[in-house]
């Protein structure tokens, strides 16, 4: 059982930062490939950045490209998703998943969320 633990949410102006964090428990942190997803209101969850065990590869979703950046800290078993640039379309609310199984890049299905934090990007 993989528990994941978002945090850094919050209102922000448009062309502001955050940096979301997602704690994860188990001794295995390092294995699992972590993910960032968001869902705005009426809409499906849809995938926004994904990372490889190691933090060699990373993959984003195009409206997020060169604004988002995701990374891990193993010693912390905590993965970050770090938003610059943002826009009111930003706004959703972002869940972290933990593949602890998969063994092809990209993952292709996350067993495990967070309960997620509220992002909010104003005009």
């Known amino acids: 059982q993989v528990q994941l633990v978002e945090s850094g949410g919050g209102l922000v102006q448009a062309g502001g930062s955050l940096r979301l964090s997602c704690a994860a428990s188990g001794r295995s942190f390092s294995s699992y490939f972590m993910g960032w997803f968001r869902q705005a209101p009426g809409k499906e969850r849809e995938f926004v950045a994904v990372i490889s065990r190691r933090g060699g590869n990373t993959a984003y979703v195009d409206s997020v490209k060169g604004r988002f950046t995701i990374s891990r800290d193993s010693a912390k078993n905590t993965v970050y998703l770090q938003m610059d640039s943002l826009k009111p379309e930003d706004t959703a609310v972002y869940y972290c998943?933990?593949?602890?199984?998969?063994?092809?890049?990209?993952?292709?299905?996350?067993?495990?969320w967070g309960q997620g934090t509220q992002v909010t990007v104003s005009s």
């Open positions: 998943g933990a593949d602890p199984y998969g063994s092809t890049w990209p993952p292709l299905a996350f067993p495990y």
